[in-house]
């Protein structure tokens, strides 16, 4: 069917066009079947029906446009085309039946390629997340998404990687472990993402020291110049199928297993990783409420790691409370580099750091078994990470100068304060990150909440129990409103909620 | 946040606004989160994102733009909002928990007010395909359909429907059952479906002789007046999630047990029908492979059915074969109204509408057990099945002296011609609807396939096997190169392929 083209100036994010219902019936197509634009050249759109189009028309979005030229041809020849045999595996799969390695990447390699509708995608997440997959499935998929995406080789091996599955606040370790690896004359490619639903993700963090949006290439580089680099993932082309997985997971809250294990063992696999550390944070409001479960999905990562020919240890964490004391970009920077700076600051932090970084350091052989956190210590202590750090820092084109005293919090505070005396015991991370979410995190970097009293502290009635930051004066207010409406945390003998009589108008 | 309004004059099919991802990120949405609208009044809006939207703009789909108003507001305010609790619901379903009658009804009412994303109704789908529904749920499910939607209520009962749940082709025996039924003074007011994938629906049937867009009021007071009615059920607003949840199911290719179930109840629930048959084409080729899945779907809709207050009862019936010789909207009517003037006609439509008939008419005590058919076959041979087709034909607002000569198939015309001597062995109904679809079926009321040869007849080489119509010339020739390609039908002894050597170039 000949139809005259109305650009729509839309991104639709595929490649789709629109159809008038008239048009869409005469063709035999409905919304969500696809057709061949022939032109110059042969391309599957994805068919969207309305009324805005008139009969003989055919609306097409931004990405089908610009494929079709710089200037859309006036006049645009359809015909309707299969679906792609994706769909009939994700069907198998929703059957319960087992797949191949060729349907696991022909998946994948069509989540890459756009070329699934929402949909689409949303079965096959839905799938995963109730099907699950089988180990031989779960390597196939890793495979399939490092071999849909750009890889890093390096000419000198080993290369050491570090990754965290998330869910605790202020979790900054990485700012600590990758300049102590890359100090031991190791070599650590550090990919890492933004904050999707947290406070500040690891790639916020590096941003407020230097650029993060780094492309393989300079990652490359920069990590066989100086021994490390803190980019951000989003930035390169490395196993992109998982941030496309991401876009139907998260409207849904679902995270399935075989996307987990697949996503963190591609990313690492990609960038040719030997031997991989993987923090754990385990506890009540992390992703990992039990150790049970953390032995599980560890053994899962173990074995996944096997098949690829990646060395993997896990490193189960406390989870329940956050890492130091400050939440929210700026402030969480500012707490580790004065750890690298003056070895002051707390405890959770810099156990952590070393903890993991001194697994690592043992499994490439650095450090004798039962040595690595005492020769991370040292790294840490003698100043060398710092050193390596501020080289990190300037390969990536930020100021290697700074301090943690030229890093400012934001300028509008609020304070949380405890209604009585006693000690804090219980805490709540999830209610941490939505205030600091609320004053502007991770957007705003100088937005975040200091944690004045964790677990287990005693507090004074009328002592601040958080500290709230923000660049903005009306999301301060929001914050401030959100913290008080529902605490972060309870003071023993605190009044939880105060019931009066309803009030005569 | 404070943003200029840009109407996008595209409908979205959905409450819908697009944010540039920088004012995305600073309001702390993503795509696919929703948005309170303040302005005169509230409306939740979902969120997409996308760079043609510039800072400080908001891009608003067609919807939105008329919920706000005739003429769009310059500006809006906008806040973002949580998610519906429907996800949570589809959440515990994907978790393979039972839900609540409450939480159901809060899937169905979000779903009918397109509250849901694409994304958040394939896991829905996906989810109630996987996991299934209990009887409890599928009742509740059922309710919810009907009460979302409009109802009909009839001051006389008892009211009998007829449901066929498709799957076989030429299946026009509605257009005999209903009259059959009406003339015996039974109300049955029968809404129908267009064809989504087959070659012709019922609606698309009586289309041919009259109007089929009718209302709920219309439906009601034509069956109050001439005792029947042949509506489209599109036309009305009758469990309106049904063609929501399609919409999902279609591009996925499944159609889940506890949807097919509630929604054929539902819709009969909500016209209050009383006893209901309904047909289930059984054999290769069909919905129902087996005779022991038909009995179990017969089971389950006479368990809801049950629950609902309706008496339902099922008939299994031969769908191997099409019914009649005819597939495609003119040609099945003609088939259909030259059995009603004259009793001439395939066996296997007159037998099987007077079959349906017949239980209905033994159901509600009109004929004794064992009697219904005699009397169905009586109505018909009587002429008054003719009688009433024509009252209702005229209460439609169509012509009632229309005859079956009047009907004309397509002017385009082609035949496959059987390549031997031999008998009809083999019969693929899903080609025959390929064919007739390829020649125009169903929006080309002309266009269909007329079986000459069905299983189990001998041919001699040179007859035809089939002969196609269409409206338009193209059309025919793409159907011929389609049943050449792939014959729908094998004769004993037939090449089924010549494969040659490759011909040197």
Redesign the interface.
Same mark, same amino acid.
């Given at each position: 069917m000949e139809l005259k083209v109305q650009p729509?100036?839309?991104?639709a994010g595929k490649y789709k066009i629109?159809l008038n219902p008239e048009d869409a019936?005469?063709l035999?197509v409905?919304? @969500? /079947?696809r057709v061949q634009l022939k032109d110059h050249s042969y391309l599957t759109a994805i068919v969207e029906t @309305? /009324?805005?189009i008139a009969k003989g028309d055919v609306?097409v979005y931004?990405e089908c446009c610009e494929r079709l030229g710089k200037v859309c041809p006036l006049v645009i020849n359809i015909v309707p085309t299969s679906?792609p045999s994706s769909?009939s595996f994700?069907?198998k799969m929703?059957d319960?039946q087992k797949l191949t390695q060729e349907e696991i990447y022909q998946i994948i390699q069509d989540i890459v390629r756009e070329n699934l509708?929402?949909?689409?995608?949303?079965?096959f997440v839905?799938?995963s997340?109730?099907?699950g997959m089988s180990a031989d499935e779960i390597e196939w998929l890793t495979r399939a998404m490092i071999d849909t995406g750009e890889k890093i080789e390096f000419d000198t091996h080993p290369i050491v990687d570090k990754h965290s599955i998330g869910g605790v606040p202020g979790n900054k370790i990485s700012l600590l472990v990758v300049p102590i690896i890359a100090a031991n004359d190791l070599l650590i490619p550090k990919t890492s993402s933004r904050a999707?639903t947290g406070a500040a993700g690891t790639a916020d963090l590096m941003g407020v020291l230097a650029p993060v949006e780094l492309s393989a290439d300079e990652i490359k580089y920069i990590t066989e110049r100086v021994g490390g680099v803190i980019a951000w993932g989003g930035a390169t082309n490395i196993a992109p199928a998982d941030d496309k997985l991401i876009?139907?997971e998260?409207?849904?809250?679902?995270d399935p297993r075989s996307q987990l294990l697949a996503s963190i063992i591609a990313k690492k696999g990609a960038v040719g990783a030997d031997y991989v550390v993987i923090d754990l944070p385990t506890g009540i409001g992390t992703k990992i409420p039990t150790a049970d479960e953390g032995k599980r999905l560890a053994r899962d990562l173990i074995e996944l790691g096997e098949r690829l020919g990646i060395s993997v240890e896990c490193a189960m964490t406390y989870g329940a409370s956050p890492v130091g004391r400050t939440v929210g970009p700026a402030i969480e920077v500012r707490e580790a580099l004065k750890v690298l700076e003056t070895m002051q600051g707390p405890n959770s932090l810099i156990e952590k750091s070393t903890g993991l970084a001194g697994i690592l350091l043992e499994m490439v052989g650095v450090a004798t078994r039962g040595h690595g956190k005492e020769l991370a210590m040292e790294t840490l202590r003698s100043g060398k990470a710092l050193t390596k750090l501020k080289e990190i820092i300037e390969a990536q084109g930020g100021n290697p100068n700074i301090t943690h005293t030229d890093i400012k919090p934001g300028e509008y505070r609020g304070e949380l304060l405890s209604p009585v005396d006693g000690y804090v015991i219980e805490f709540d991370n999830k209610r941490i990150v939505e205030i600091a979410?609320a004053a502007g995190s991770p957007?705003d970097i100088g937005a975040g909440v200091w944690i004045n009293k964790k677990k287990g502290e005693l507090v004074k009635k009328g002592e601040p129990l958080i500290t709230i930051f923000a660049d903005k004066d009306w999301k301060l207010t929001n914050a401030l409103k959100s913290a008080e409406k529902e605490y972060p945390m309870i003071v023993e003998g605190m009044v939880l909620e105060h019931i009066r009589p309803l009030q005569v108008l």
């Open positions: 729509l100036r839309i991104k629109v019936k005469e035999g409905r919304s @969500g /079947d @309305g /009324d805005m609306g931004q679906k769909i994700i069907k929703m319960n509708t929402d949909i689409e995608m949303a079965a839905t799938t997340y109730i099907h999707i876009r139907s998260y409207p849904l809250s679902i979410r957007i």
